[in-house]
């Protein structure tokens, strides 16, 4: 028997497992080079797609500058309804109404011009404004005492939906002095709305004044920090002279803070104009410390509040002024019944009432008071003060509280 050679056994062995890893690795690469065309193919597809579906991202990440527009706020139209109000409501209207787009106030050293004329420019009178008659009340007393109390509830109702605000409100029958507040001495920030009792008081200085008032008051650095919201700031440099009736105006038609200073100070200064103011009104003087919390809860001890109950008290002084001496505060009258700033109740009252008012605004605290006599079916006086998270939300606040007041002098003429 012959028996194989080991040696050759071996060599047979050796190619065989030699051929074998051959094949394993052939396999492999094979495997590898299939999945890497599987890959690059998927992934071009992937990445068409992702072209299609956001075209302006490709190449995002590898360019050398990126460019960013600015960002451009939508503009909604959505209109805001209430069943209790016989008007609507628009929300981006109310925007406008309340908080204009804030722009820097430059100092009047950079917007100095050397061609402006520092002279004063000529004012012009306003027609004077009068009182229409008033309607003949349909309504009985008693009616009247139930559709007020109607009114009361509405708001107080206005006021528990709406927690993240805090409400004050003051209503009165100018003619008959009938009034309904409800929390009316609260602690308010009045800013621009002060303009009326200020101007109150101006013009009672000078009562016996019928001819124009053209004293001249120079635009100087000597303000103090009031250059905040003011026209006069924005427009003019240091130098520009004013008729005091333009002042006068411009406190009241444009919530000018720098003219309204002027007025303060042509009074005899803050402590003596707030004197004079508390003569008629002073359950919260406007210069005392006063604490309060605001409608988020901060608490706040500072001067500069009042309260609806004396700014009703204001408007109820200017217009039996007006009734009983006219001259006295026609100009005033007129400023009010001429405001370039539009009224929330606007939206509230039928397009043709005629609506005097100033509307104080302090966007820092959130704070936004309307002060108006609407010659409507009568004369009536409403104080309206709302603290919100935004313009919109106190603007809306306004225009349907007042809307409540509307629909209530209403019922007691139709």
């Given at each position: 028997m012959v028996r194989p050679n080991p040696t050759f056994l071996k060599k047979a062995e050796g190619i065989k497992s030699s051929r074998k890893k051959r094949t394993i690795i052939i396999i492999l690469v094979l495997l590898a080079v299939t999945f890497m065309v599987v890959f690059v193919s998927s992934m071009a597809s992937a990445q068409d797609t992702y072209r299609q579906l956001y075209p302006n991202l490709i190449g995002a990440a590898t360019s050398t500058t990126t460019a960013y527009s600015a960002y451009q706020r939508p503009v909604h139209t959505t209109t805001e309804t209430t069943t209790e109000v016989t008007t609507t409501a628009t929300t981006t209207a109310l925007h406008a109404v309340l908080a204009a787009t804030p722009t820097p106030t430059p100092s009047p050293e950079e917007t100095a011009h050397t061609s402006q004329n520092n002279s004063p420019d000529p004012f012009t009178e306003d027609r004077d404004f009068s009182f229409q008659p008033?309607?003949?009340?349909?309504?009985?007393?008693?009616?009247?005492?139930?559709?007020?109390?109607?009114?009361?509830?509405?708001?107080?109702n206005y006021q528990k939906t709406h927690t993240d605000m805090r409400i004050c409100f003051e209503f009165i029958a100018l003619s008959s002095g009938e009034r309904l507040g409800i929390d009316e001495l609260d602690p308010i920030v009045p800013a621009g709305a002060m303009a009326i009792p200020f101007e109150i008081v101006y013009y009672d200085s000078i009562a016996g004044t019928t001819g124009p008032l053209s004293n001249v008051i120079v635009y100087d650095d000597n303000l103090n920090g009031a250059r905040n919201s003011s026209y006069i700031a924005r427009t003019y440099a240091f130098g520009k002279e004013f008729y005091m009736r333009t002042l006068l105006n411009y406190a009241i038609i444009r919530n000018d803070?720098?003219?309204?200073?002027?007025?303060?100070?042509?009074?005899?200064?803050?402590?003596?104009?707030?004197?004079?103011?508390?003569?008629?009104?002073?359950?919260?003087?406007?210069?005392?410390?006063?604490?309060?919390?605001?409608?988020?809860?901060?608490?706040?001890?500072?001067?500069?509040?009042?309260?609806?109950?004396?700014?009703?008290?204001?408007?109820?002084?200017?217009?039996?002024?007006?009734?009983?001496?006219?001259?006295?505060?026609?100009r005033l009258i007129n400023d009010m019944a001429h405001s370039e700033i539009e009224s929330p109740l606007s939206a509230a009252f039928p397009q043709d009432t005629r609506i005097l008012h100033v509307l104080g605004r302090n966007t820092g605290r959130g704070a936004y008071l309307e002060c108006a006599i609407v010659d409507y079916k009568e004369p009536i006086a409403l104080i309206i003060y709302v603290e919100a998270a935004s313009p919109d939300a106190a603007g809306t606040a306004i225009a349907t509280i007042g809307g409540y007041t509307q629909k209530f002098i209403e019922s007691c003429y139709s």
């Open positions: 008033m309607g003949i009340q349909t309504a009985t007393y008693q009616e009247r005492a139930v559709a007020l109390d109607e009114l009361k509830e509405r708001v107080i803070s720098v003219a309204l200073n002027y007025v303060i100070e042509e009074v005899g200064g803050l402590e003596e104009a707030v004197k004079k103011v508390n003569e008629i009104s002073g359950y919260i003087s406007y210069t005392d410390s006063v604490i309060y919390k605001d409608y988020r809860g901060y608490e706040y001890r500072a001067p500069g509040t009042v309260s609806c109950y004396d700014m009703g008290n204001y408007l109820s002084y200017l217009y039996h002024v007006f009734i009983n001496t006219p001259q006295v505060n026609q």
